[in-house]
């Protein structure tokens, strides 16, 4: 068997299972009433000591302390993902969708004229699946890739989730490094033979040519939500509520706060959520790429500057009140694609949001899915890649609602390759694989 491979069907098809369960992009759960859980939580005692003292706190600060809390945060100590968990991921759907990922990458890396090394950046893993499928990818494309020294570098803030990402990606018999404390944390040697490295912040990891990739990353990070008033812009805050000490409730500021700043002057909507994290995070890729080059690949679920109340939770592939019983539901919000392009100032070339119906189908999920059907002999397999795919494409459930996003650096799209398009008189998006379609150069 080829290194890096897992444990695949004749057909080359891995066995995950496609049973329905919620994905964070849809906004309501058809049929389900949302779970509320009236329960005092350990985090909500926490909240609650918080707010007596310094007073109501931001959406931000309640999202940062419920999902990446270091004693009791819900990303640190759950895995969340799976029909056990709480919500379902593409990567967890379907291998098709890791293995065009991993096309996308070779593709980049082929365009920009083959470096003799790059690193495989992921922000917020998961169990690791999205990158097993793309390194399986890589050692199919052995021939390709062999003179290329590529290691592999992963930013989780979880505990619980790095524990899992190893066991998925890494060589059983090869034993992890750990380092307690220090930004690099965690280091072993994946099934194929590739270095790989954990930390928690992407500052931590080594400055070089890299491709970056981060699925359902964004929405996980905290916001700030604003309300436009007669008096102005006024942020969202969260607080005790005076008729049950243990229940919290919106309210609004009484003032202007500083995270009104990130608002532009001319916004139209009444309702807006911002994350300066978010902010941060696309500054440093942008930063990196301009420097070094490569390319960064997001996908999530958002919008294009146009929504306004999206902060919602999910527990048991169900909505969830997100301010009850913190701690125990997830709490993402869209991602606002306007805003992470802003935030690129223009270092790099921003290209997308693309639906992930197109994106895909420009990367060959078709071919692909045709293959893995035809070699497939087992009834049950064809039926899972089936669902697998609809759940993916079908623009009612993921296809629409789910987005590409990229970053490169200018001279990728000015480069000998590129396409003018005429009538916007720019180099066009059509010579990056899955913004247009996908060739081998
Ligand atoms: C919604 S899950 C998505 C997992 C995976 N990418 C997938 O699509 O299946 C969010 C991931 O980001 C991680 N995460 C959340 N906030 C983070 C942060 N501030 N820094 C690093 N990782 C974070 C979580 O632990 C989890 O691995």
Redesign the pocket.
């Known amino acids: 068997m080829m290194a890096g491979a897992r444990v695949l069907s004749r057909a080359g098809a891995a066995a995950r299972s496609v049973a329905p369960g919620l994905c ?1 992009g849809w906004c309501s759960s058809p049929g389900k009433e949302p779970a509320q859980q009236p329960q005092v939580t350990p985090m909500l005692r926490h909240l609650t000591y918080k707010i007596k003292a310094t007073g109501p706190i931001s959406v931000a600060e309640y999202m940062r302390e419920v ?2 809390n270091p004693a009791q945060g819900y ?1 640190v100590h759950h895995d ?2 799976g029909e056990k968990g709480d ?1 379902i ?4 759907i379907s291998q098709i969708f890791g293995e065009l990922l991993g096309i996308w990458f070779v593709s980049e890396w082929m365009a920009t004229g083959k470096s003799p090394a790059f690193q495989l950046v ?6 690791g ?2 990158a097993e499928d793309i390194l399986r990818v890589f050692s199919q494309l052995g021939s390709v890739l062999r003179s290329c020294d590529i290691s592999v570098h992963l ?4 505990e619980k ?1 790095s524990e899992t990402q190893a066991a998925t990606l890494t060589k059983e018999k090869a034993p992890l490094e750990r380092h307690t404390g220090a930004p690099m944390y965690m280091k072993g040697v994946t099934k194929s033979g590739l270095p790989i490295y954990w930390y ?2 992407l500052r931590d990891v080594p400055k070089g040519y890299s491709f970056y990739l981060a ?3 964004f ?3 905290p916001i700030h939500k604003f309300q436009k008033t007669p008096q102005g812009w006024r942020e969202v805050l969260i607080d005790i509520d005076p008729q049950a000490s243990d229940r919290l409730r919106f309210v609004l500021a009484p003032g202007a706060t500083a995270a009104e700043a990130f608002i532009q002057p001319d916004e139209a909507r009444d309702h807006v959520e911002l994350s300066p ?1 978010a902010g941060v995070v696309i500054q440093e890729l942008a930063q990196r790429i301009s420097l070094k080059g490569g390319a960064a690949l997001i996908a999530d679920y958002g919008h294009d500057g146009t929504k306004t109340d999206t902060f919602r939770g999910f527990c048991s592939h169900r909505l969830h009140d997100v301010l009850t019983a913190p701690g125990t539901a ?1 709490l ?1 919000a869209d991602v606002d694609f306007s805003y992470l392009r802003r935030m690129a100032q223009g270092r790099v070339a921003a290209l997308g949001p693309l639906q992930q119906q197109t994106f895909l189908k420009n990367m060959g999920i078709d071919v692909r899915l045709k293959v893995l059907l035809d070699k497939s002999d087992e009834p049950s397999l064809k039926q899972q890649l089936l669902q697998g795919y609809d759940m993916l494409m079908n623009p009612k459930k993921m296809g629409e609602r789910f987005n590409f996003f990229a970053l490169l650096p200018h001279q990728r799209l000015l480069g000998t390759n590129c396409q003018m398009n005429t009538r916007q008189s720019e180099p066009s998006a059509s010579s990056v694989a899955g913004f247009g379609e996908l060739t081998w150069r």
């Open positions: 964070r999902l990446t990303y969340m993902l919500f991921t593409s990567p967890e992921e922000l917020g893993p998961g169990r699946t999205l930013v989780e803030v979880s989730l928690r912040d699925h359902e990353f929405d996980a990070l994290d997830d993402t």
